[in-house]
């Protein structure tokens, strides 16, 4: 006999605008409920306790009209909460969103910019657990100098030759945890930390790199008590080399994923 293990349902990619005088909040959030409740739904096509899709949509959206904060931590936590108290019968939400960037060019002309985004992950059960974490995603950094990779395993299936001053171009995704909600730490500072780290450290991997990066945001701000890195390597192959000067393209599929997570 089949027996449900696990399941879930919800919304996602809802994008929200609010636009207030000049100032523009904007985000797309993702919204998951679960609950037993809502297992007969799966078994029995009963959809008596079933918020529709469509609902969790308006429902986001009209509390973004609400909402008169500008972090997406507290946009979570205040959809969370009130989802919660709406829908009884929904044990747990977990949710998500990834900023929407627009930089001010000239009186309320913006534009939208793809790259170097806020992100925040917030989990709330109906028993009142917690679970949030802060991140920034799409950082795509380069670095023409400082960077080396070598002394790595060489064998019949190797091919890449060593570097020893490369330039490196990285997308980096990092994601941390406030021991303290209400003690967070600000993403831009963060971001700074890490590009610090960048400039500064002679790197023998990207392994290297985003430990020195996590090692250093640990030191630098005791509110973080988790640190997680995405790296991928996206170093860009070399084209031409001629009187010193040297011509790059972008690098071809597949790339190097590296990941590292660091506890206080």
């Known amino acids: 006999m089949a027996q449900p293990v696990a399941h879930s349902y919800g919304k996602d990619a809802v994008s929200v605008y609010r636009v207030e005088g000049d100032r523009l909040f904007a985000c797309e959030v993702r919204l998951i409920a679960r609950g037993e409740a809502l297992e007969s739904s799966y078994t029995e096509g ?18 973004g009209a609400a909402y008169r904060g500008e972090s997406l931590e507290d946009f979570l936590a205040e959809v969370g909460e009130r989802f919660l108290d709406r829908y009884g019968h929904v044990q747990a939400v977990e949710l998500s969103a990834e900023e929407t960037v627009f930089a001010r060019r000239a009186g309320s002309v913006l534009q939208r910019l793809y790259d170097d985004r806020s992100v925040a992950e917030a989990t709330l059960g109906a028993d009142g657990t917690r679970h949030e974490r802060s991140g920034r995603k799409g950082l795509h950094l380069i670095k023409l100098s400082g960077s080396s990779f070598a002394g790595f395993v060489r064998d019949e299936y190797t091919t890449l030759p060593e570097a020893h001053d490369r330039p490196l171009f990285v997308h980096l995704d990092v994601s941390w945890h406030n021991a303290d909600y209400s003690q967070r ?50 170093l860009w192959d070399a084209a031409v080399e001629t009187d010193g000067v040297s011509v790059f393209t972008d690098a071809r599929p597949p790339f190097g994923v590296i990941t590292l997570s660091l506890d206080r």
């Open 46 to 63: 009963d959809n008596s306790l079933v918020v529709a899709t469509d609902s969790m949509k308006n429902f986001i959206q009209r509390l």
């Open 185 to 234: 730490v600000a993403g831009e500072d963060v971001r700074r930390t890490a590009i610090e780290a960048f400039d500064e450290f002679d790197s023998a991997s990207i392994q290297h790199l985003v430990h020195e990066m996590g090692v250093r945001a640990l030191a630098r701000f005791p509110e973080i008590d988790n640190i997680a890195f995405r790296a991928e390597n996206r």
